[in-house]
């Protein structure tokens, strides 16, 4: 059953990420890109790389994409609705994807991942979850970074409002 869920996770981001490459309305694109954000949270989890899950959807899904969508919903070109890019340099962005990935593809099948040690430590199955212990320590000794990091986040929702906000003169 796992593994159904998994190929089914991995569909849904693969099938998302293509609809953000060919969609030409970004509004679209913007919903798209939470989709394969939170598909890729899923493929954390399954990963048993739950802190990271928990990190992707709080500051991907929730922070920058949200920003994301308010800057695209209160820009000025938004009045009629719909925001159009356009598609150019197709062929030269289509053959430099095919040159990263022969490259990431010859270097993946090449490697050799059985002697690195981090590999094999990691291969062991954890006991218990690691996010009560991420926790406990963003709330004692990291609170002050912690805090930085939702002021600076604040910050850009505010400038975003700000931006966003001007009226322009023609």
Not at 115 to 136: H, R, Y
Request: charged share 10%.
């Amino acid at each position: 059953m796992e593994i159904i869920v998994f190929y089914t996770i991995c569909a849904v981001v693969l099938c998302s990420a293509l609809f953000i490459l060919f969609t030409k309305n970004v509004m679209y694109a913007a919903f798209c890109l939470l989709l394969t954000f939170t598909g890729v949270a899923g493929i954390y989890v399954f990963l048993y790389a739950d802190v990271v899950a928990v990190a992707q959807v709080m500051l991907y899904v929730g922070g920058i994409l949200i920003l994301l969508i308010f800057g695209v919903m209160f820009t000025s070109k938004a009045a009629d609705g719909k925001i159009l890019t356009t598609h150019q340099h197709q062929f030269s962005g289509g053959l430099l994807a095919l040159f990263v990935f022969s490259l990431l593809l010859f270097t993946i099948i090449n490697a050799n991942f059985e002697n690195l040690a981090w590999i094999q430590q990691a291969s062991a199955v954890p006991d218990e979850s690691s996010i009560g212990k991420v926790g406990f320590l963003l709330m004692t000794d990291e609170m002050l970074a912690l805090e930085i990091v939702g002021i600076l986040l604040l910050v850009a929702l505010i400038g975003t409002a700000l931006i966003a906000g001007r009226k322009f003169i023609d």
